[in-house]
């Protein structure tokens, strides 16, 4: 019973600094709570919070994708290809991108369930791979040009609210239920609690691990044709550094780097702090490179205080099983 109060409790707390930091940036600046700045916020949230999902299922297994940055970057550099040098119509050339963002997940998964690397290597090195096929397909230069019906994805509103606030808000019920609502959610908790027991209770631990790592290059390159969709430009560094954004709104949210623990609700309260907080900095003219600083120690705050409770609880664990076993 505690083990699923606490939680909660901390994903409430987490809550409570979101809206002390809207607050803050309400007083310093005037135009943070203007309709038009909120939806911004939404559109520039999108990203962030569907390849969250993603994010959210690795790391609940207790693995990690270090390579959702430059996924996006080859996502945003080949579905901007097809559209302008192939010449294939933008819903075409967004279905075969979420095809290779779902072929770039598995392959991630496949060698790391395979060899048994560690989650961390295999994805650093993907990382590396795919910043230079990015790289090499683009030329460096951006590419630009898009049917004006695809930008509706990541700029256009229906009935006021803006479309990629409901792609995102899809997205998440999706994420949801799956996590929530079906056996593979609960296989992955297994897995991030203990592989070893989740595998003799029958769980099929390795093409479980594989589907999650697909899922999370689909859910990326969900996020990738969005980016695309609202800066219109496609470049080789666009998602550069934005696996480090993911992760720490996942973590802030909740979701612990060791794995077994983590809710999509304390992710998604974590990629609005995110969120606001990029937001608000960019309205207080924040230098850039202070802005990294700020990000980077919070992200090093949230681990460590993530690494030291789960410490904490297993300490707690074995102390009480010892008691029992004397009293025994």
């Not at 007083?27 to 038009?36: A, D, K, T």
């Not at 770039?104 to 993907?126: F, K, R, W, Y």
């Not at 996020?223 to 709104?249: D, I, K, W, Y």
């Amino acid at each position: 019973m505690i083990d699923r109060i606490v939680p909660r409790l901390k994903e409430f707390g987490i809550f409570f600094v979101l809206i002390a930091l809207i607050i803050l940036f309400s007083v310093l600046s005037p135009n943070f709570l203007e309709i038009g700045n909120l939806f911004n916020i939404s559109k520039q949230i999108a990203t962030l919070g569907i390849c969250a999902v993603g994010f959210t299922f690795v790391l609940i297994t207790g693995g990690i994708d270090l390579s959702l940055g430059y996924q996006i970057s080859l996502n945003v550099v080949v579905c901007g290809i097809l559209m302008t040098d192939v010449g294939l119509p933008w819903y075409v050339s967004i279905l075969l991108v979420l095809g290779l963002g779902t072929l770039i997940g598995l392959i991630n998964g496949v060698i790391i369930t395979v060899t048994g690397v560690s989650p961390l290597i295999v994805t650093l090195a993907m990382m590396t791979i795919l910043n230079g096929a990015s790289y090499l397909l683009s030329k460096g230069l951006p590419i630009f040009g898009f049917p004006s019906e695809f930008s509706v994805l990541g700029q256009g509103s229906v009935a006021g609210i803006p479309v990629a606030l409901l792609i995102l808000i899809a997205a998440w019920a999706i994420g949801l239920f799956v996590l929530n609502k079906t056996y593979f959610g609960r296989y992955l908790y297994a897995i991030g609690n203990n592989v070893e027991a989740a595998r003799l209770s029958g769980v099929n631990t390795k093409r479980t691990l594989i589907w999650v790592y697909a899922l999370a290059g689909l859910f990326t390159a969900i996020g990738a044709v969005l980016v695309l969709s609202r800066l219109n430009s496609a470049q080789s560094a666009t998602g550069a550094g934005f696996e480090f954004s993911v992760l720490t709104a996942c973590v802030l949210g909740g979701v612990s780097v060791m794995g077994g623990r983590g809710t999509l609700f304390g992710a998604f309260v974590g990629v609005l702090i995110v969120g606001v907080l990029d937001n608000g900095l960019v309205l207080l003219n924040v230098s850039e490179y202070i802005q990294l600083v700020i990000k980077g120690v919070i992200l090093l705050v949230a681990v460590i205080y993530d690494s030291t409770s789960k410490a904490s609880k297993g300490k707690v664990k074995q102390i009480g099983g010892i008691k029992l076993t004397k009293t025994v």
